[in-house]
């Protein structure tokens, strides 16, 4: 089915995709301010009941990258089915990536990923994701649910943030299965001229999980696309650049980039 478009504000809901460990309430800021700007956001957990805060057990289900792509790709349907649009995706580091994979698709009729993780092409090479993740790679079973140590986390996926308020959102932070970690390090494969829409690529100068350089080179390898991603860098913000100290610009900036007019065609 093919979804047309003169404006995404015209009705498109905007989908916001969270990262690995997170859960969709991490949006609620950023939902709040667009909702304030006239915007329909939908921000699920993904899988929410494979994914618990507290362990049970420590088998994991055998669910990896694919599995959160498709379920995303049925959030996508489900939007154009209540709206007669295709949605406007946001996703943040490993949901950046299954923005990139649903823009690629054409499901979508915009795109924003912030601070995303990078496709096979663009290496990412920062000791900092090593360090964040050490217990991952110690433990090497993609059978049993993982999720980073606390100070790995406080280290490298909050940083620069207040210790209370990195300490807040690593309480939240959810277990993931393991092959999703093994995933992940293969990385996805996308071509540089996949992008047939719209698309916002996002870097935060104080990361220390997804360098800005590295952020850069996303753009750049997309520059061969029909419609180039555009790029802009926060310099002061972190990983976490959801919801921090110079969150404002970037929520202003992001619903501004949305309700540019578009007129294309999305594929569902």
């Known amino acids: 089915m093919f979804v047309t478009s ?3 504000k015209a009705g498109a809901e905007v989908l916001l995709v969270h990262g690995l460990g997170c859960q969709g309430t991490v949006w609620g800021p950023l939902q709040c301010y667009l909702g304030q700007r006239g915007l329909t956001c939908v921000a699920p957990t993904l899988l929410a009941r494979h994914r618990p805060k507290a362990l049970a057990g420590p088998r994991a289900p055998d669910l990896g990258f694919d599995d959160y792509v498709r379920e995303v790709r049925h959030l996508c349907e489900a939007s154009a089915s209540r709206t ?3 949605p406007i995706i946001i996703g943040h580091s490993m949901g950046g990536l299954i923005a990139q994979v649903i823009a690629a698709e054409q499901r979508c009729s ?3 990923f912030l601070a995303p993780a990078p496709p096979r092409a663009v290496p990412n090479r920062s000791p900092w994701m090593l360090w964040c993740f050490a217990n991952v790679l110690i433990s090497g079973n993609t059978k049993r649910y993982h999720k980073a140590w606390r100070r790995g986390a406080m280290d490298v996926l909050f940083h620069p943030l ?3 308020r990195g300490a807040q959102i690593y309480r939240d932070m959810v277990f993931e299965p393991g092959r999703l970690f093994a995933d992940m390090a293969k990385r996805v494969e996308l071509s540089a001229d996949a992008l047939r829409i719209p698309t916002l690529t996002v870097a935060a100068g104080q990361d220390r999980a997804v360098p800005a ?3 850069r080179r996303i753009a750049t390898y997309y520059s061969a696309s029909p419609v180039p991603t555009e790029f802009r860098e926060y310099p002061e913000s972190g990983h976490w650049l959801l919801d921090d100290a110079d969150s404002a610009g970037l929520y202003c ?7 540019e007019p578009v007129t294309g065609m999305a594929k569902l």
């Open 213 to 215: 350089a590295v952020v």
């Open 110 to 112: 915009k795109a924003v």
């Open 6 to 8: 003169n404006s995404p």
């Open 162 to 164: 207040a210790l209370p």
């Open 84 to 86: 007669g649009h295709a």
């Open 253 to 259: 900036d992001l619903a501004d980039w949305i309700a």
